[in-house]
T-cell receptor
């Protein structure tokens, strides 16, 4: 059974760096065709993809975050870490980590963590 | 403004069939497969369709999907109160080099 759980601060001051950890079980991130990503959702708004890291350490980032985001993995700990620099009140959102796998040549977010709400006061 | 356009809301009576549309362009839906996610209030999203029309294990066969050109649709037949949720389409955009989501559609059972 695949599970993921996000952890990190619930409150971040403007201009500070946010560091979130995704701890997962039920799969290994060094298995071919597997990836973990981050998606966020401002209150009452739509989902927005942020970053993804593949089993082979290839990384992809949303161009909308303009270099503010970094994703890394620690396969031995079954963890993926997301950092977002220069936080702003518009970054207030629920942050989800999700498991992705390539099935029938299609990557999709197959399992999601519960999400963690991060607030940036103005 | 989302790259993929969805209607803000659709509604239907129990046992009716509703459809949710997702409109994109040649750089996203027109050239890549579409996924659909269900998000009930206060919960994380969950995958209900991938590769345009394939149901993941455990998802009700009342859900179905289709794609034609640069648009995709999610249909829910035999509508039930448990289907009340927000639904999001998602795909890869070749120009943006990013996964993009639609703005979401609230499905309400009357």
């Amino acid at each position: 059974q695949i599970t993921l759980k996000e952890s990190g601060p619930t409150l971040v001051k403007p201009n500070q760096t946010l560091t979130l950890t995704c701890s997962f079980s039920g799969f290994s991130l060094d298995t071919s065709g597997v990836a973990v990503g981050w998606i966020r959702q401002p209150p009452g708004k739509a989902l927005e993809w942020l970053a993804l890291i593949y089993w082979d350490d290839e990384r992809r980032y949303s161009p909308s975050l303009k270099g503010r985001v970094t994703i890394t993995k620690d396969t031995s700990k079954n963890q993926v870490v997301l950092t977002v620099t220069n936080m702003d009140p518009v970054d207030t959102a629920s942050y989800f980590c999700a498991y992705s796998a390539k099935i029938f040549a299609s990557w999709s977010w197959r399992k999601w963590g519960q999400g963690t709400l991060v607030s940036v006061p103005s | 403004q989302s790259v993929l356009t969805q209607p803000p809301s659709v509604s239907g009576a129990p046992r009716q069939r509703v459809t949710v549309s997702c409109s994109g362009s040649s750089s996203n839906i027109g050239n890549n497969d579409v996924k659909w996610y269900q998000q009930r209030p206060g919960q994380a999203p969950s995958l209900v369709l991938y590769k345009d029309s394939i149901l993941p294990a455990g998802v009700s066969d009342r859900f179905s999907g289709s794609k034609f050109g640069t648009s995709a649709s999610l249909a829910i037949s035999g509508l039930q109160f448990e289907d009340e949720a927000d639904y999001y389409c998602e795909t890869w955009d070749d120009s943006l080099k990013a996964w993009v989501f639609g703005g979401g559609t609230r499905v309400t059972v009357l």
